[in-house]
């Protein structure tokens, strides 16, 4: 909702002032922040948009207790991304805890500010995602492509996209093994169950990625958990593999 908020404040008379007040984890970690807005378009993943910074922000984490076992999962997606490509911290946090205990409000404060952390950071290097803000991306890239097809949730589809850009980055020889089994080991302690069999990457969809540029994509690739950065590929590399 936060997009479509933001998307509309900014055509609106040429633009008008708007506040977020995001009420699911998702928007409060991730769409609410940085003034990136986009409404999906003719099938395909967020094809019409621009930048808009609200006002403020005011994130009121009293929301959660409400919110059932996939949204929490959909914000937690965000936050897991979060500290794959940046702060580790994140993820030992969420390794010693379940789903439910995660929603105790001091622990769960904490994971978004320092999730809300890590996306601020990106965004005062590159407002405008045209370089390393979109190391944010990880995980969207194939996440998008799964996400519509198979009308799954956007954290579901995220969390699978990220296992297979982590596997694209192995094959590769740019990511270490290290940083799959600590993701597959947090969507195990969380109780998070993939129904992967049959899923396919549409490329077609891919080919309306922003990051194309003729036959190659930037992705966004971890080496170290903590630690990431953006590579050029051929698309034809972005296929599912199992295992």
């Known amino acids: 909702m936060s997009d479509l908020v933001g998307f509309a404040s900014s055509i609106y008379q040429r633009g008008i002032s708007y506040i977020n007040i995001p009420s699911t984890l998702l928007s409060q970690v991730d769409a609410?922040?940085?003034?990136?807005?986009?409404?999906?378009?003719?099938?395909?993943?967020?094809?019409?948009?621009?930048?808009?910074?609200p006002l403020a922000t005011v994130i009121d984490d009293r929301f959660i207790k409400?919110?059932?076992?996939?949204?929490?999962?959909?914000?937690?997606?965000?936050?897991i991304k979060a500290g794959l490509v940046k702060d580790?911290?994140?993820?030992?946090?969420?390794k010693t805890h379940n789903i439910d205990e995660l929603k105790e409000p001091l622990l769960m404060r904490g994971l978004i500010h320092k999730s809300i952390k890590v996306k601020e950071y990106f965004v005062e290097k590159d407002p405008r995602?045209?370089?390393?803000?979109?190391?944010?991306?990880?995980?969207?890239?194939?996440?998008h492509a799964l996400e519509l097809k198979y009308s799954l949730s956007h954290g579901q589809a995220v969390l699978i996209g990220m296992l297979e850009e982590l596997?694209?980055?192995?094959?590769?020889?740019?990511?270490?093994?290290?940083?799959r089994k600590c993701l597959e080991e947090i969507t195990k302690k969380l109780g998070i169950v993939f129904d992967e069999l049959g899923l396919e990457v549409d490329?077609?969809?891919?080919?309306?990625?922003?990051?194309?540029?003729?036959?190659?994509?930037?992705?966004?690739?971890?080496?170290?958990?903590?630690?990431?950065?953006?590579?050029?590929?051929?698309?034809?590399?972005l296929t599912l593999t199992k295992g």
């Open 32 to 53: 609410s922040i940085g003034g990136k807005t986009a409404i999906n378009f003719s099938g395909y993943k967020n094809q019409v948009g621009s930048f808009c910074e």
């Open 66 to 79: 409400d919110l059932s076992k996939e949204q929490i999962i959909d914000g937690l997606a965000e936050i």
């Open 88 to 94: 580790p911290d994140i993820l030992e946090t969420i």
């Open 129 to 143: 995602d045209v370089g390393i803000r979109q190391i944010l991306n990880f995980g969207h890239t194939i996440g």
């Open 167 to 179: 596997k694209i980055g192995e094959r590769l020889g740019l990511t270490s093994l290290e940083v």
């Open 203 to 237: 490329l077609k969809s891919i080919m309306h990625d922003k990051k194309i540029f003729k036959d190659k994509i930037v992705l966004p690739v971890v080496r170290r958990i903590g630690e990431a950065e953006l590579v050029e590929i051929e698309v034809k590399k």
